[in-house]
């Protein structure tokens, strides 16, 4: 089996805001330099959780790739809501930060590629998920006013307390959290064994 990895450090971000001047965007990149917990600033760096970045990377696969039957691309963690792309395709979805996510990348891989992670707002995710689950209701559809929370965090998989709790502020989340490797292998590929003992 051959493996590439990256650290999470390595990626290029972007995010697409509908800006009207050039003076919002000087304005969030000044308050980007202020620290998140002073003060009132968990409400003022509330429009990095309700848009939408894009993770991007170039790279060179370090092993001849022609010599092995089956090529995957390894997400252990991805936070949360993601369309991925590699080499411009679609090759997946992801909407549970607690999986590991595996997409076969056989077909598409090359020995120079692009790899594209689209996250969607978990907030926003969150809202169009309620409002679509119309059969009964599923409380609490937002934390307490005095956490100055975000709603409908039951509707997504991810780390609830993100949306706020009582002892921390709302910082939803979303990226890459864990490692991205591809790992090539033929005929079969081992993923995980136990032992177990007899008495």
């Known amino acids: 089996m ?15 805001i509908n800006e009207s001047t050039e003076a919002q965007s000087k304005q969030k990149e000044q308050k980007s330099s202020e620290d998140s917990y002073y003060r009132f600033n968990d409400l003022n760096y509330r429009w990095v959780s309700l848009d939408n970045w894009t993770y991007s990377k170039e790279f060179k696969i370090p092993f001849e790739i022609s010599k092995w039957q089956k090529v995957n691309l390894i997400l252990e963690g991805v936070d949360t809501v993601s369309k991925i792309l590699f080499n411009e395709v679609t090759i997946g979805e992801t909407d549970n930060m607690f999986n590991r996510y595996s997409f076969d990348i056989t077909n598409v891989v090359r020995d120079v590629n692009s790899i594209e992670l689209r996250f969607q707002s978990a907030v926003l995710y969150a809202a169009q998920q309620s409002k679509a689950h119309t059969r009964y209701q599923v409380p609490p559809d937002c934390p307490p006013l005095v956490q100055k929370g975000e709603c409908h965090v039951n509707f997504v998989r991810k780390e609830q307390c993100s949306f706020s709790w009582d002892w921390g502020p709302s910082f939803p989340t979303q990226g890459i959290w864990k490692d991205v490797r591809i790992e090539a292998y033929n005929i079969c590929h081992l993923n995980y064994f136990t032992f177990s003992p007899i008495y």
């Open 2 to 16: 051959s493996k590439a990895e990256w650290d999470t450090d390595q990626w290029k971000t972007e995010n697409y």
